[in-house]
């Protein structure tokens, strides 16, 4: 009889909410390795947000090529996830556990005005996906918001920087 008294207690034991926290992101990349990286951008969406057409001539189904660098940190050169000659500086960042959150402000060569740019997504230590949002804010009426799905994958060392001009 004392068998059954005990056998209650056991299955509650068993039921119990109280079992040890799982570390569900044990074994994710603490950040993306340093080196050279292809990306691919291929294209979601293309939005005009003013009244002209927008200035840039991407289209859904596109692929854009880009290429760039991680510091041995792991931050990611904005490179990777921006219009090829945008001059950016991060307003935010956060690229830890396995997440990738940026938030670019820069500017365009011959735009009189901003491009931000917003990215959200994920890595491993040799690859990364996300989503990019580039929203342009010009004095002219060409502003659109452009959405890329982006995946990155480590090729090796950064490219040597170009040597300086001798004067």
């Known amino acids: 009889m004392r068998h059954l008294v ?60 880009l290429a760039g660098c991680v510091a041995a940190d792991g931050t990611p ?11 950016c500086r991060a307003t935010q960042s956060y690229t830890r556990g396995a997440l990738l959150n940026i938030q670019y402000n820069c500017t365009r060569k011959g735009g009189a005005g901003s491009v931000n740019y917003s990215v959200d997504g994920q890595f491993t230590a040799n690859a990364f996906t996300a989503k990019v949002t580039e929203g342009t804010s010009f004095s002219t009426p060409d502003d659109y918001v452009l959405v890329t799905n982006v995946t990155g994958k480590h090729m090796g060392a950064c490219p040597a920087p170009a040597p300086k001009a001798k004067s």
């Open 77 to 87: 050169d904005a490179s990777l996830f921006v219009h090829p000659g945008d001059q």
């Open 6 to 65: 005990i056998i209650p207690f056991l299955l509650l034991a068993a039921c119990s909410d109280d079992a040890p926290p799982v570390d569900k992101r044990a074994g994710e990349a603490k950040q993306l390795a340093a080196g050279g990286y292809a990306v691919d951008a291929k294209v979601e969406s293309m939005t005009a947000s003013d009244k002209g057409p927008p200035a840039s001539k991407a289209k859904p189904g596109d692929i854009i090529k």
